[in-house]
C-alpha cells in the first residue's frame, strides 16, 4: 500500500473491535482478568492500551519499522532514546544547531548524569570522524535541523556511525514521514514531537519512536513501561485521526511555504530566509535527494537584526499566532532566541546564528493570498 493509503488502514482491524469503523477509545486505567495467572495482552493501561497500540503500528508502518512506540511527549521519547543507548561514562555526538529542549536535556541533564555531550557542525559528514571517541554511544540527529533548517546527510553519517559502532538517531518531527523516512536511509532510530505535525491540529501533547531493531524496541520498551511517561487514550485517538490527512496536510504546508520562502526571499526588511526548498540554501540538492518536498517550516532573520524589531512583527500578525510549537493547520510565529531556544546559552546561540531578530515560522494550510497578506502588513513601514 501507498502511504497515504496505510495513513489511513494500518495498525487497526475493525473485526477486533466490534465493527466499529474507527479505532474506539479505551478509556480505561485496567483491564479484567477471567482467572489468577491468566497471561493478557493487556492488564493495566501504563504498559499497554488498545488505542494506543493502533497508534503505534501506524506509525511503525509508516516510518518503514517494525516498532513503534507512544510516549506522553516528545521530549519523553527523547529522553527514554537517551537512557535507553547511554550510561554513565558514554559520550553522545549530537548536531549543533538542534532544538532548545534536547539541548537541556542533554546538558543539563544527561552531562550531569555523567555522560559526555559533544557538538558538532555535522553539515560536512567528514567532520564525524573527529567526533567519535571509543566511548561515543550514540548520534543524534535532526534534519532539517531546529530552528535554522540545517541539512545533514543521514545515509553518509550513518555509514560512518555505523563503522564505529554507534547508534544512529534522528529527530524527523520538520519532515515527518511523509517528507523522509531516515530508517531507510541508514538511522536506527527515529523519534517524533507527534504534537506537531503528526496530530496536526494544535491538540495534542505527544511523542513517538520508530525502530527496526528488537533490542533496542526491547530496551527503549522497557523504559515505556517502568518509566510510565506514556500517552492516555485521548491523545492517540486524537494523534490517529490526525495522521489519516498528514499527506493532504503536508502537500499544502510545503506548497504554501515553498511560496512564502520565495516571496520573503525578494523582501527588503528581511535580511536572511532558511528554507531548503531555495536554490541558495546550501544543503537544497541534499534535500532534494533525502526529502520528498522540503517541508512547511521556514525561519528568517530581519535586516534590523534586534529583539525589537522581531517583537514588533510577530505582534503585527493576525493569521500567525506567537507560540512556541509548530507544525498545525494554522500558521505559528516562534521567536526562537527566547522561546523554543530559551534556554541556551547566549554564547552557543550567537556560535549558531540563531538571532534576536530571527523568527521561525510554520507555514499552515490557510489560503496563500491570505497568508502572504497578513506576512506583508506585518513587515510593512
Not at 555505523?162 to 511523509?178: C, I, K, L, M, S
Not at 530496551?219 to 489519516?244: E, H, M, S, W, Y
Not at 494554522?330 to 540563531?354: D, R
Request: overall charge negative; some cysteine; aromatic content about 6%.
Amino acid at each position: 500500500m501507498k502511504f497515504a493509503t496505510r495513513a489511513i488502514h494500518v495498525g487497526y482491524d475493525s473485526a477486533d473491535h466490534n465493527r466499529s469503523v474507527m479505532p474506539p477509545l479505551y478509556q480505561t486505567s485496567a483491564f479484567a482478568f477471567d482467572h489468577v495467572g491468566e497471561d493478557l495482552r493487556y492488564a493495566y493501561a501504563r504498559t499497554g492500551n488498545p488505542t494506543r497500540s493502533a497508534l503505534q503500528d501506524c506509525l511503525a508502518s509508516l516510518e518503514d519499522a517494525r516498532h513503534g512506540m507512544a510516549f506522553a511527549s516528545g521530549m519523553a521519547a527523547i529522553d527514554a532514546v537517551l537512557r535507553a543507548c547511554l550510561k554513565p561514562g558514554d559520550e553522545v555526538v549530537a548536531v549543533a544547531d538542534l532544538y532548545g529542549g534536547a539541548y537541556r536535556l542533554l546538558t543539563r541533564v544527561l552531562e550531569p548524569a555523567g555522560v559526555k555531550v559533544r557538538f558538532a557542525d555535522l553539515s560536512d559528514p567528514a567532520r564525524l570522524e573527529a567526533a567519535i571517541t571509543p566511548a561515543t554511544r550514540l548520534l543524534w540527529l535532526e534534519s532539517p535541523t531546529n530552528p535554522l533548517l540545517g541539512m545533514v546527510d543521514i545515509a553518509a553519517l550513518s555509514a560512518i556511525a555505523h563503522r564505529h559502532g554507534v547508534v544512529v538517531a534522528v529527530d524527523n518531527t520538520f519532515a515527518t514521514p511523509y517528507l523522509q523516512r531516515p530508517l531507510s536511509l541508514g538511522a536506527d532510530i527515529v523519534v517524533h514531537s507527534a504534537t506537531k505535525y503528526l496530530g496536526g491540529h494544535s491538540d495534542v501533547l505527544l511523542g513517538l519512536v520508530a525502530v527496526n531493531d528488537d533490542k533496542l524496541h526491547h530496551d527503549i520498551r522497557f523504559l515505556q513501561n517502568a518509566a510510565g511517561a506514556v500517552p492516555g487514550p485521548q491523545d492517540c485517538f486524537l494523534t490517529l485521526r490526525g495522521i489519516k490527512t498528514l499527506a493532504l496536510r503536508m502537500e499544502r504546508h510545503c506548497d504554501n511555504a515553498e511560496r512564502v520562502a520565495a516571496w520573503l526571499a525578494g523582501q527588503p526588511k528581511v535580511a536572511k530566509v532558511y528554507y531548503p526548498g531555495l536554490p541558495e540554501h546550501p544543503g537544497h540538492e541534499l534535500a532534494r535527494r533525502q526529502m520528498r518536498r522540503f517541508g512547511g517550516i521556514i525561519s528568517i532573520r530581519l535586516a534590523d537584526d534586534s529583539r525589537e524589531a522581531a517583537s514588533r512583527v510577530a505582534q503585527r500578525l493576525k493569521l500567525f499566532a506567537l507560540a512556541e510549537s509548530l507544525g498545525g493547520v494554522e500558521s505559528l510565529v516562534n521567536h526562537s532566541y527566547t522561546m523554543s531556544h530559551g534556554g541556551m546559552p547566549a554564547e552557543q546561540k550567537a556560535a549558531l546564528g540563531i538571532v534576536e531578530g530571527g523568527l521561525r515560522l510554520s507555514i499552515g494550510i490557510e489560503d496563500i493570498d491570505d497568508i502572504l497578506a497578513d506576512l506583508g502588513q506585518a513587515l510593512a513601514d
